[in-house]
C-alpha cells in the first residue's frame, strides 16, 4: 500500500458539524452572499451553472431571486451539485476566518496522519465538498491547520463518489494502481465502487453509521494499521 485516501463527513469529521453547523451557516448567508457577489466572475459562473441545471429540470431561472431559491432547496436535500458547493465553500470561509466555527475533526484522526506520513504513505482526501471547503475545514480544524498532512485533495470533478470511474480517475491522476490505495469511508455504496475499482476499502464505523456487510469495519483511526 502507497496511499491512503479518506472520506471527511462520517469518516474524519462528525457528520453532525457538517448538517447543523455548515449547512445551516450557507442556509443563512447565501441569499446575502450572492447578492453582494454577483458580479464576481466565480461566483457568476456558479450562477451560471446553477441557471442552466434549473432550466434543465423546469425550474423557474428567471432572475437571481429564482436561483437563490433554487441552491437554498439544494442545500436543503443536500444537492451534490458542483455550483452549490463553490458557492459554500466561499461562504464558509467567511465563517472559518471570523472564527464563527472551527472545522470538527476526530481525535483519533491526527494522531494516525502523524503516523502514516511518519511511515511513507502518501495522504489524500475525497469528498464531495470543494477542494477548497475541504481546505478550509483541514485549515480551520479544532487541531490547528492540518493540510499539511495531505498531499491531494479531490473532489467531484474527478466524478462522483458513487461511481467506479471516479476511483480510476484519482489513481490515474496519482499514478499508482489501485491495488496499491486504501480508501475510508463510512459510506457502502462508496466503498463498493472504489472497490470494483481495485483499491482495498475499510469502514469507519462512527456513531449512527450502517455497518456493511460487504467491508470490513474499524471504529476509529486508532485501529488501522
Request: aromatic letters at 10%.
Amino acid at each position: 500500500m502507497q496511499f491512503i485516501l479518506t472520506d471527511i463527513e462520517g469518516t474524519t469529521t462528525d457528520i453532525n458539524f457538517v448538517h447543523q453547523v455548515l449547512f445551516p451557516f450557507s442556509s443563512e448567508k447565501l441569499r446575502a452572499f450572492v447578492k453582494a457577489n454577483a458580479s464576481d466572475p466565480v461566483v457568476a459562473q456558479a450562477l451560471a451553472q446553477t441557471s442552466q441545471t434549473l432550466l434543465e429540470e423546469n425550474l423557474p431561472a428567471e432572475n437571481l431571486e429564482d436561483l437563490i431559491e433554487g441552491l437554498l432547496a439544494w442545500i436543503k436535500s443536500d444537492r451534490k451539485h458542483p455550483a452549490l458547493k463553490q458557492l459554500q465553500g466561499l461562504i464558509w470561509r467567511e465563517g472559518y476566518e471570523s472564527g464563527g466555527f472551527k472545522g470538527h475533526v476526530y481525535p483519533d484522526v491526527v494522531p494516525a496522519l502523524e503516523r502514516w506520513k511518519q511511515k511513507g504513505y502518501g495522504l489524500g482526501i475525497y469528498s464531495s465538498g470543494s477542494v477548497a471547503a475541504q481546505k478550509l475545514l483541514f485549515g480551520f480544524s479544532d487541531y490547528g491547520d492540518l493540510n499539511g498532512f495531505f498531499t491531494h485533495n479531490f473532489d467531484t470533478a474527478v466524478g462522483h463518489k458513487r461511481e467506479v470511474a471516479s476511483y480510476q480517475n484519482i489513481a490515474t491522476q496519482l499514478g499508482i494502481p489501485t491495488s496499491e490505495i486504501l480508501f475510508l469511508s463510512d459510506i457502502e455504496e462508496e466503498l463498493d465502487a472504489a472497490k470494483v475499482a481495485g483499491m482495498q476499502c475499510l469502514q469507519l464505523l462512527r456513531p449512527g453509521t450502517i455497518p456493511s456487510m460487504r467491508h470490513p469495519g474499524v471504529r476509529s483511526f486508532a485501529e488501522i494499521e
